[in-house]
């Protein structure tokens, strides 16, 4: 077993003893910047919701999980907010964040502005480094915690249904967590684009940037 599959074999088992506090706690971690991404956390919760261990329900693992990222999420916007990017860039290389990352944030946001936090936290990369930015630009915190949990319900649900429907396979998708990606970008991108689609048909006018 390659180092990545015995960790985790480890998060299952401990999501498996500790239950929806455990999947959260990760989560809220996971939303700061860890090395440990979502997707060795959230489709293992899948799986034990399929195999109906741990009173674990799909939509429970899925809330749960949303609501830990986007704690974690306003974590990290707050120490963009209060502590700036000198610091952000100091504690972010214990984690393997380094300016060009912080700048590509930067730029992501930037463009898409408040629409950019609901798409990014929806698609791998650049949700983990996309909160930092939105504390630095001071974006109104209700705003950036509703886009934010909008997004990782997106996120999640991909994660958590990828583990559910494909419980016996999962440890040989946790060796390739790419092939997770593709799926969540194809899966998020079809979904955020249909509402977008959605809301334009019906007149509303889209979202202002921060």
């Given at each position: 077993?390659?180092?990545?599959?015995?960790?985790?074999?480890?998060?299952?088992?401990?999501?498996?003893a500790?239950?929806?506090?455990?999947?959260?706690?990760?989560?809220?971690?996971?939303?700061?910047?860890?090395?440990?991404?979502?997707?060795?956390?959230?489709?293992?919760?899948?799986?034990?919701?399929?195999?109906?261990?741990?009173?674990?329900?799909?939509?429970?693992?899925?809330?749960?999980?949303?609501?830990?990222?986007?704690?974690?999420?306003?974590?990290?916007?707050?120490?963009?907010?209060?502590?700036?990017?000198?610091?952000?860039?100091?504690?972010?290389?214990?984690?393997?964040?380094?300016?060009?990352?912080?700048?590509?944030?930067?730029?992501?946001?930037a463009?898409?502005?408040?629409?950019?936090?609901?798409?990014?936290?929806?698609?791998?990369?650049?949700?983990?480094?996309?909160?930092?930015?939105?504390?630095?630009?001071?974006?109104?915190v209700?705003?950036?915690?509703?886009?934010?949990?909008?997004?990782?319900?997106?996120?999640?649900?991909?994660?958590?249904?990828?583990?559910?429907?494909?419980?016996?396979?999962?440890?040989?998708?946790?060796?390739?967590?790419?092939?997770?990606?593709?799926?969540?970008?194809?899966?998020?991108?079809?979904?955020?684009?249909?509402?977008?689609?959605?809301?334009?048909?019906?007149g509303?006018?889209?979202?202002?940037?921060?």
């Amino acid at each position: 077993m390659s180092v990545l599959g015995g960790l985790t074999k480890a998060i299952e088992d401990l999501i498996a003893a500790v239950g929806y506090p455990g999947l959260f706690g990760l989560m809220v971690a996971e939303g700061i910047v860890t090395p440990i991404p979502s997707e060795a956390i959230v489709p293992f919760a899948g799986s034990l919701a399929a195999e109906g261990d741990r009173g674990f329900w799909l939509p429970g693992v899925i809330l749960v999980a949303s609501l830990g990222a986007m704690v974690g999420a306003v974590g990290a916007y707050w120490i963009g907010l209060r502590l700036g990017r000198s610091f952000v860039l100091r504690f972010g290389r214990v984690f393997g964040l380094n300016a060009w990352h912080l700048g590509e944030a930067e730029r992501w946001f930037a463009k898409h502005g408040r629409r950019g936090i609901l798409l990014g936290h929806a698609l791998p990369g650049v949700r983990s480094f996309i909160s930092f930015p939105a504390g630095m630009g001071k974006m109104p915190v209700r705003d950036f915690a509703l886009f934010t949990f909008g997004g990782a319900l997106v996120w999640n649900s991909v994660l958590a249904m990828t583990g559910y429907m494909f419980v016996n396979d999962l440890q040989s998708l946790a060796e390739n967590l790419e092939i997770v990606d593709y799926v969540a970008i194809a899966t998020a991108v079809a979904g955020i684009g249909g509402f977008f689609l959605w809301r334009r048909s019906r007149g509303g006018a889209p979202a202002a940037k921060a």
